[in-house]
Protein backbone atom coordinates (compact mmCIF):
# COMPACT_ATOMS: atom_id res chain seq x y z
CA UNK A 1 0.00 0.00 0.00
CA UNK A 2 3.28 2.16 1.14
CA UNK A 3 4.61 1.44 -2.36
CA UNK A 4 0.98 2.50 -4.37
CA UNK A 5 0.92 5.51 -2.18
CA UNK A 6 4.25 6.29 -3.39
CA UNK A 7 3.28 5.95 -6.74
CA UNK A 8 0.21 7.55 -6.84
CA UNK A 9 1.98 10.87 -5.23
CA UNK A 10 3.99 10.94 -8.14
CA UNK A 11 1.83 10.19 -10.62
CA UNK A 12 -0.21 13.60 -8.74
CA UNK A 13 2.86 15.64 -8.68
CA UNK A 14 3.08 14.44 -12.54
CA UNK A 15 -0.45 15.99 -13.15
CA UNK A 16 0.06 18.73 -11.38
CA UNK A 17 3.28 20.41 -13.13
CA UNK A 18 1.74 19.21 -16.58
CA UNK A 19 -1.30 21.26 -15.51
CA UNK A 20 0.57 23.83 -14.42
CA UNK A 21 2.54 24.36 -17.94
CA UNK A 22 -0.97 24.28 -19.13
CA UNK A 23 -2.07 27.18 -16.78
CA UNK A 24 1.32 29.11 -17.09
CA UNK A 25 1.18 29.08 -20.91
CA UNK A 26 -2.93 29.73 -21.40
CA UNK A 27 -2.87 32.25 -18.99
CA UNK A 28 0.55 34.05 -20.34
CA UNK A 29 1.89 34.19 -16.97
CA UNK A 30 5.30 35.77 -17.18
CA UNK A 31 7.56 37.01 -13.42
CA UNK A 32 10.41 38.92 -14.66
CA UNK A 33 10.72 42.11 -16.96
CA UNK A 34 14.34 40.67 -18.23
CA UNK A 35 14.05 38.27 -21.17
CA UNK A 36 15.04 34.82 -19.01
CA UNK A 37 18.44 34.01 -20.53
CA UNK A 38 20.90 31.72 -19.53
CA UNK A 39 24.46 33.11 -18.83
CA UNK A 40 25.94 30.71 -21.78
CA UNK A 41 23.52 32.20 -23.87
CA UNK A 42 26.36 33.42 -26.25
CA UNK A 43 29.23 30.69 -26.07
CA UNK A 44 28.62 29.25 -29.32
CA UNK A 45 28.56 31.00 -32.90
CA UNK A 46 25.27 31.73 -34.55
CA UNK A 47 26.29 29.01 -36.97
CA UNK A 48 26.48 26.24 -34.37
CA UNK A 49 23.00 27.74 -33.40
CA UNK A 50 21.84 27.17 -36.85
CA UNK A 51 23.44 23.40 -37.05
CA UNK A 52 21.91 22.47 -33.57
CA UNK A 53 18.21 23.36 -34.06
CA UNK A 54 18.04 22.43 -37.56
CA UNK A 55 19.20 18.51 -36.08
CA UNK A 56 16.35 19.03 -33.73
CA UNK A 57 13.98 20.51 -36.01
CA UNK A 58 14.31 17.55 -38.17
CA UNK A 59 13.65 15.43 -35.22
CA UNK A 60 10.52 17.27 -34.47
CA UNK A 61 9.28 16.84 -37.99
CA UNK A 62 10.05 12.95 -38.36
CA UNK A 63 8.38 12.54 -34.79
CA UNK A 64 5.64 13.97 -36.63
CA UNK A 65 5.31 11.32 -39.03
CA UNK A 66 6.85 13.51 -42.03
CA UNK A 67 8.81 12.23 -44.49
CA UNK A 68 11.63 14.23 -44.83
CA UNK A 69 12.55 12.98 -48.03
CA UNK A 70 10.72 14.73 -50.20
CA UNK A 71 11.75 17.68 -51.74
CA UNK A 72 9.66 20.31 -50.49
CA UNK A 73 10.44 19.10 -47.02
CA UNK A 74 14.25 18.41 -47.00
CA UNK A 75 15.47 21.65 -46.59
CA UNK A 76 12.45 23.16 -44.02
CA UNK A 77 14.36 22.10 -40.82
CA UNK A 78 17.62 24.49 -42.33
CA UNK A 79 15.25 27.25 -42.86
CA UNK A 80 13.63 27.32 -39.86
CA UNK A 81 16.65 27.07 -38.13
CA UNK A 82 18.14 30.34 -39.59
CA UNK A 83 14.98 32.01 -39.56
CA UNK A 84 15.04 31.37 -35.89
CA UNK A 85 18.90 32.71 -35.34
CA UNK A 86 18.88 35.34 -37.68
CA UNK A 87 15.41 36.75 -38.35
CA UNK A 88 11.94 36.43 -35.72
CA UNK A 89 14.24 35.43 -32.63
CA UNK A 90 17.69 37.42 -33.57
CA UNK A 91 16.67 40.47 -30.58
CA UNK A 92 17.70 37.94 -28.02
CA UNK A 93 21.38 39.04 -29.03
CA UNK A 94 22.20 42.04 -27.83
CA UNK A 95 24.64 42.90 -30.51
CA UNK A 96 21.39 42.85 -32.60
CA UNK A 97 20.09 46.30 -30.42
CA UNK A 98 19.78 48.85 -33.43
CA UNK A 99 22.39 51.77 -32.66
CA UNK A 100 20.77 54.97 -31.56
CA UNK A 101 21.80 58.14 -31.52
CA UNK A 102 20.82 61.12 -29.96
CA UNK A 103 20.59 64.42 -30.92
CA UNK A 104 19.85 67.76 -29.56
CA UNK A 105 16.73 69.25 -29.36
CA UNK A 106 17.25 72.76 -31.14
CA UNK A 107 13.92 74.15 -32.75
CA UNK A 108 12.40 73.47 -28.71
CA UNK A 109 9.84 71.04 -29.42
CA UNK A 110 8.35 70.35 -26.06
CA UNK A 111 5.33 68.92 -26.74
CA UNK A 112 4.49 64.96 -27.50
CA UNK A 113 5.91 63.22 -29.97
CA UNK A 114 4.06 60.09 -31.25
CA UNK A 115 4.79 57.39 -33.68
CA UNK A 116 2.07 55.56 -34.09
CA UNK A 117 0.66 52.01 -36.06
CA UNK A 118 4.21 50.42 -35.62
CA UNK A 119 4.09 47.01 -36.94
CA UNK A 120 4.71 44.26 -34.77
CA UNK A 121 5.75 40.90 -35.32
CA UNK A 122 6.51 38.53 -31.97
CA UNK A 123 6.62 35.25 -31.01
CA UNK A 124 4.10 33.74 -27.67
CA UNK A 125 7.18 32.23 -25.85
CA UNK A 126 4.45 30.06 -24.38
CA UNK A 127 3.69 28.77 -27.47
CA UNK A 128 6.16 29.95 -30.02
CA UNK A 129 3.13 30.69 -32.51
CA UNK A 130 2.71 34.83 -33.67
CA UNK A 131 1.85 37.51 -31.81
CA UNK A 132 0.88 40.43 -34.70
CA UNK A 133 -0.31 43.92 -33.75
CA UNK A 134 0.71 47.67 -33.35
CA UNK A 135 2.69 49.20 -30.98
CA UNK A 136 2.49 53.08 -30.20
CA UNK A 137 5.23 54.92 -28.59
CA UNK A 138 5.18 58.44 -27.04
CA UNK A 139 8.01 60.69 -25.60
CA UNK A 140 8.29 64.22 -24.57
CA UNK A 141 11.84 65.45 -25.08
CA UNK A 142 14.05 66.06 -22.10
CA UNK A 143 15.96 67.91 -24.63
CA UNK A 144 17.35 65.43 -27.00
CA UNK A 145 15.27 63.53 -29.84
CA UNK A 146 15.94 60.46 -31.71
CA UNK A 147 15.58 59.54 -35.17
CA UNK A 148 11.98 58.87 -36.49
CA UNK A 149 12.61 55.05 -37.40
CA UNK A 150 14.64 54.42 -34.32
CA UNK A 151 11.03 54.11 -32.18
CA UNK A 152 10.44 51.39 -35.45
CA UNK A 153 13.23 49.55 -34.54
CA UNK A 154 13.42 49.51 -31.31
CA UNK A 155 10.11 48.02 -31.17
CA UNK A 156 11.14 45.30 -33.64
CA UNK A 157 14.24 44.14 -31.57
CA UNK A 158 12.50 43.83 -28.49
CA UNK A 159 9.90 41.50 -30.65
CA UNK A 160 11.81 39.50 -31.79
CA UNK A 161 12.39 37.13 -29.16
CA UNK A 162 10.11 34.81 -27.61
CA UNK A 163 7.91 37.24 -25.74
CA UNK A 164 5.02 37.67 -23.18
CA UNK A 165 3.17 41.07 -24.21
CA UNK A 166 3.66 42.82 -20.90
CA UNK A 167 7.37 42.49 -20.81
CA UNK A 168 7.77 43.45 -24.43
CA UNK A 169 5.41 46.71 -23.70
CA UNK A 170 8.17 47.31 -19.97
CA UNK A 171 11.32 46.41 -22.15
CA UNK A 172 10.48 49.35 -24.83
CA UNK A 173 9.55 51.65 -22.50
CA UNK A 174 12.33 51.47 -20.17
CA UNK A 175 14.86 51.31 -23.45
CA UNK A 176 13.17 54.50 -24.22
CA UNK A 177 13.61 56.01 -20.76
CA UNK A 178 16.79 55.12 -20.88
CA UNK A 179 17.89 56.24 -24.20
CA UNK A 180 15.71 59.58 -24.12
CA UNK A 181 17.14 60.21 -20.31
CA UNK A 182 13.65 60.84 -19.41
CA UNK A 183 10.65 59.64 -17.64
CA UNK A 184 7.68 61.04 -19.51
CA UNK A 185 7.26 58.26 -22.28
CA UNK A 186 4.08 56.38 -23.20
CA UNK A 187 3.78 52.44 -24.85
CA UNK A 188 0.33 50.73 -26.03
CA UNK A 189 0.65 47.80 -27.78
CA UNK A 190 -2.77 46.03 -28.97
CA UNK A 191 -1.56 42.66 -30.64
CA UNK A 192 -3.64 39.43 -31.59
CA UNK A 193 -2.23 36.23 -30.08
CA UNK A 194 -2.11 33.06 -32.66
CA UNK A 195 -2.15 31.01 -29.45
CA UNK A 196 -5.43 32.62 -28.63
CA UNK A 197 -7.06 33.17 -31.98
CA UNK A 198 -6.27 29.88 -34.07
CA UNK A 199 -5.68 27.11 -30.83
CA UNK A 200 -6.88 26.89 -27.64
CA UNK A 201 -10.03 29.04 -26.89
CA UNK A 202 -10.25 30.13 -30.42
CA UNK A 203 -11.36 33.48 -30.21
CA UNK A 204 -10.26 35.42 -33.48
CA UNK A 205 -11.91 38.80 -32.73
CA UNK A 206 -10.35 39.54 -29.15
CA UNK A 207 -7.00 41.37 -29.23
CA UNK A 208 -4.54 42.41 -26.19
CA UNK A 209 -4.06 45.67 -25.43
CA UNK A 210 -1.45 46.44 -23.03
CA UNK A 211 -0.23 50.15 -22.22
CA UNK A 212 2.93 51.80 -19.77
CA UNK A 213 2.62 55.43 -19.28
CA UNK A 214 5.23 56.84 -16.79
CA UNK A 215 6.38 60.56 -15.95
CA UNK A 216 3.98 63.18 -17.41
CA UNK A 217 1.79 60.39 -19.28
CA UNK A 218 0.60 59.79 -15.57
CA UNK A 219 -1.15 62.96 -15.83
CA UNK A 220 -5.01 62.28 -16.61
CA UNK A 221 -4.75 65.04 -19.72
CA UNK A 222 -1.62 64.21 -21.25
CA UNK A 223 -2.96 60.60 -21.70
CA UNK A 224 -5.92 61.53 -23.05
CA UNK A 225 -3.71 63.59 -24.95
CA UNK A 226 -1.94 61.02 -26.37
CA UNK A 227 -4.89 58.20 -26.63
CA UNK A 228 -6.92 60.84 -29.34
CA UNK A 229 -3.98 60.84 -30.98
CA UNK A 230 -2.78 57.29 -31.72
CA UNK A 231 -6.71 56.65 -31.94
ZN1 LIG B 1 0.72 31.77 -26.09
Known amino acids: MKKNGMVFTILENMVAVDELDELIGDQHISNSYETPLRKDAFDISNEEKIRIISKHFREIMNTLGMDLADDSLNGTPGRVAKMFVKEIFSGIDPKNRPAIALFENKYRYNQMLVEKNITLYSNCEHHFVPIVGKAHVAYISSGKVIGLSKLNRLVQYYSQRPQVQERL ?10 ILQTEDV ?46
Not at 204 to 226: D, I, L
Open 186 to 231: AVVIDAVHLCVSSRGIKDANSSTVTAHYSGKFNREETRNEFLVLVK
Open 169 to 178: TMQIANELKS
